[in-house]
């Protein structure tokens, strides 16, 4: 019953959240390309409805992942429960933006990156898993930094050779060459431009402009990354060796997106939705394969934690 008890207090804690802050202000972007969309022409309702239903599918998509790659050692869905809990907590992720788009991005690209695992014809897998990074830096331009990322997962995965490595570079890019081709048809090259010009304004490192709900907000992720992360170091020798790959890029994929976050906090309402796709799971692999006082006592606390979080979060957008 985790899952459905977590489905009815997350659709209760977004209800309550719309008739506590119905006119929460649109978080402001950056990204010339995304505000393309005139998102203002939603009614309030359905933006946070479709934003929902984004996370919904990204919910059960986390399912699949894990039964196809037995992250979890077993058929769980902890950490979708954990995954709709986190966004729920967080009232700023409510609305549609440019970090829905990128949350999807970036678990289909993880699931083609992880179906290349040892494969001897990896081209294919790659190039739908660059494909998809190229789809969300569509939406958020600093996605291009996962590439690196990427690539060393494919390494340690054993599938990166010259095929797959060109496969992926071609994968990149082909979201650009139907930008360049809508583009060129109107007479608007721009439009090309613009992603480019985004990646390239690196803003420079200011924790001014950063509330203490995003802050408190991250710590609170960070805590329960770096505990369930040490736990997988620590008892991986109980897991498959492809598992144990899997989960070590997870665990170098997000505290490369907190060092990100570090960096770029102004890109938190982005990172922040594409980071909770890889704690949820990080996360949920600690509380189903620990059973003992202390794993128990954690689990209560971060309960309490997340309650307090929303609260926290509910009152400072008051």
Known sequence: MTLPVAIIISITCWVLASFLLPSLPEKKTTYSLFQVLDLSAIPYWANKAVSFILYAIIGYSLIELNSTFAIIRMRAS????????????????????AGNITAIAILLSIYFLFKS???????????????????????????VILIPIWLIGAYNLQSLNIRSFFAA????????WFLFGHAYY???????????ID??????????NVSLSDTVTIAYLF?????????????????????????????????????????????????LSSLLVGVSILVGHLFVLTRNKISNLFFIFSLIGLISLYIFNLWMLL
Request: charged share 5%; with cysteine; glycine share 4%.
């Open 186 to 196: 109107h007479g608007d090259m721009a439009l090309l431009y613009k992603p480019f």
């Open 199 to 208: 990646l390239a304004s690196f803003q420079p490192i200011n924790f001014r």
């Open 223 to 271: 805590i329960l990354f770096a505990v369930s992360s040490i736990h997988c170091l620590v008892t991986s020798y109980q897991d498959k060796i492809r598992t144990r790959s899997y989960l070590r890029f997870l665990i170098f994929l997000n505290f490369c997106l907190f060092i990100l976050l570090a960096l770029q906090p102004m890109h938190i309402a982005c990172l």
């Open 78 to 97: 902890v950490q979708t429960s954990l995954f709709l809990l986190f966004t729920a907590a967080c009232p700023v992720l409510h609305q549609l933006h």
């Open 169 to 176: 570079i071609i994968g990149w890019s082909i979201p650009y």
């Open 117 to 143: 695992y040892q494969a001897h014809q990896s081209s294919g897998d790659l190039f739908h898993s660059f494909l998809f990074i190229g789809i969300g830096s569509l939406a958020f331009p600093q996605f």
